[in-house]
T-cell receptor, first 115, second 118 residues
Framework: GAVVSQHPSRVICKSGTSVKIECRSL??????MFWYRQFPKQSLMLMAT?????????EQGVEKDKFLINHASLTLSTLTVTSAHPEDSSFYIC???????????FGPGTRLTVT | AQTVTQSQPEMSVQEAETVTLSCTYD???????LFWYKQPPSRQMILVIR??????QNATENRFSVNFQKAAKSFSLKISDSQLGDAAMYFC???????????????FGQGTRLTINP
């Protein structure tokens, strides 16, 4: 089946630094990737949608200069949290979809802790 | 904009019994997909079942089935013969069929935490 990986699974960084999270589709080409943020005991909040080779579309209220998304190839998208602060601590999940497909396939998530 | 509502923050059921999780949604579209996802403690999102709005027949996957009421905009999930491994957060989700920017995203409900009592 379709597998999506995320790296790292956990990351701790100091306030003010930047951290990059990778999302890879391992056995399919993902024309569209989605980045979500999930707070404890809450639902997934879509941050942005990215299509390969084009700029990401950010949801209202998401700072595009803080959460940089790159989708340079059909199998890799990256989320960079720039100048991270403790309030950016959260669980970040990516998902990927092939154009025209019904399902999205989710990665296992990355827990970010900013100290 | 579409919205998805899960009115039961928590549910519990005895092992081997049946439980139904509720979901309602709001949309002006006639064709769309509805999904139920499971998120166990590992936090990996797992697709449980999918329903195409144009299909009148309710989807079934082994012990999981849905009651899709299009006119009422209701999409409940029934879990039969509940097992300990079914304990998880369950999210109902909607996706448009429109091929326009932003329409292809999943819209999630708030989630229902299901506990299975042994």
């Amino acid at each position: 089946g379709a597998v999506v990986s995320q790296h790292p699974s956990r990351v701790i960084c100091k306030s003010g630094t930047s951290v990059k999270i990778e999302c890879r589709s391992l056995d399919f080409q993902a024309t569209t990737m989605f980045w979500y943020r999930q707070f404890p005991k809450q639902s997934l909040m879509l941050m942005a949608t990215s299509n390969e080779g084009s700029k990401a579309t950010y949801e209202q209220g998401v700072e595009k200069d803080k959460f940089l998304i790159n989708h340079a190839s059909l199998t890799l998208s990256t989320l960079t949290v720039t100048s991270a602060h403790p309030e950016d601590s959260s669980f970040y999940i990516c998902s990927a979809r092939i154009v025209g497909a019904r399902e999205q396939y989710f990665g296992p998530g990355t827990r970010l802790t900013v100290t | 904009a579409q919205t998805v509502t899960q009115s039961q923050p928590e549910m519990s059921v005895q092992e081997a019994e049946t439980v139904t999780l509720s979901c309602t949604y709001d949309t002006s579209e006639s064709d769309y997909y509805l999904f139920w996802y499971k998120q166990p403690p590992s936090r990996q999102m797992i697709l449980v079942i999918r329903q195409e709005a144009y299909k009148q027949q309710n989807a079934t996957e082994n012990r999981f089935s849905v009651n899709f009421q299009k006119a009422a905009k209701s999409f409940s999930l029934k879990i039969s013969d509940s097992q300990l491994g079914d304990a998880a957060m369950y999210f109902c989700a909607y996706r448009s069929l429109l091929i326009i920017q932003g329409a292809q995203k999943l819209v999630f409900g708030q989630g229902t935490r299901l506990t299975i009592n042994p």
